[in-house]
């Protein structure tokens, strides 16, 4: 038994197995794997370390703070930065050699500028809207935009790519924005632009999306063992990698018509014998879920009674057989027969399973099992 109350369980071998899943589900396509935001709550360090040793192709990141955290621990595997970023960051790009995503010449300008310096060239994607609206440079307009770009001589064009914001609602729109990327590709090479790597796929587009333009997958949820769309689990065998677990503090005999946590939104109907769990909105514990959700104790599911509050929740262990302090709790994981997934928690609070486990991975201790 560990220190905490409250603490999340990252299964490192869960990941090895999803990430093997992805590579094969890749085909011929190389693999940028995305562990920005902290690997979704995971912890970035930890599984870059797994995916360096089963000799992952690229890595994809968000900003250059986590760029440069990878760099000092180590981590030499060429390194993508998704967020474009602005010019007076391009000596720290170049420095610590990662590859930039770029949708400004004012970027682009900067990175030429001090690469030159340096007797350096620069590796870089361009981002490409066709239909996100949230960076890139226009499809229309791409054209002009990387033809210009390729007359800086200490910048090299390895990629581009988009990303897709409907991949798992809006199948015609996707495989429009396919299309239009498609046609981007034709008219660089019919310029004499040769683009080693085309991508889109996130884990969604991998799975839905077989085509022949995009050779470079880049998964990110689903290397977390988690699903972009429910209809996908028959088809994929993943393993959720985080489970989340807790211990009673705290039991209850409540008679009927006591109220329960903030607002006195939950009155008991009948005596009732209830937990107090460690666990809060401050914790990355929605406040969505406030009596919406269920734990697991003594392989039962115990209803969430009344609000989530900001430090515990309270609990019905009135079917538990012989609830007492220091009970182990499930919150999201599987206990006995039973198992509580991120699905089910984003559902209950309005949300998707990637709010899930940033949320709750990002705040609470993590404890890393492995081989």
Known sequence: ?????TWTEIDLNAIRHNFRVLRKLAGKAKVLT??????YGHGMLPVAKVLVQEKVDFIGLSNLTEGIALR????????????TTLAEQAKDIVDYHLTPTVCTYELAAALNRYAEKRKRVVDVHVKVD?????LGVWHEEALGFIKKLNRLPNLRLQGVCTHFPSADTDRAFTQKQIQQLADLVSQLRDNGLAVPY???ANSMGLAGYPN?????ARPGLMLYGLYPHVRLEKKISLRPAMSVHSRIIFLKRIEKGRSISYGRTFIARRPMTVATLPVGYSDGYLRGLSGKADVLIGGRRCPVLGRVTMDQIVVDVSKVKNPRSGMPAVILGKQGKHQ???????????????????????RLPRVYKSI
Do not use: W
Not at 1 to 5: H, I, P, S, T, V
Not at 34 to 39: E, L, R, T, W
């Open 1 to 5: 038994m560990n220190k905490y109350l």
């Open 34 to 39: 995305v562990i920005k935001a902290d690997a």
């Open 72 to 83: 000092k621990a180590g981590i030499k595997t060429p390194v993508l930065l998704f967020e």
């Open 130 to 134: 066709t239909g996100m609206g949230r």
């Open 198 to 200: 085309v991508h889109a």
């Open 212 to 216: 022949k333009i995009l050779n470079l």
């Open 340 to 362: 509580v997934c991120a699905y089910e928690l984003a559902q209950h609070a309005r949300t998707i399973n990637y709010e899930i486990v940033c949320s709750l991975g990002s």
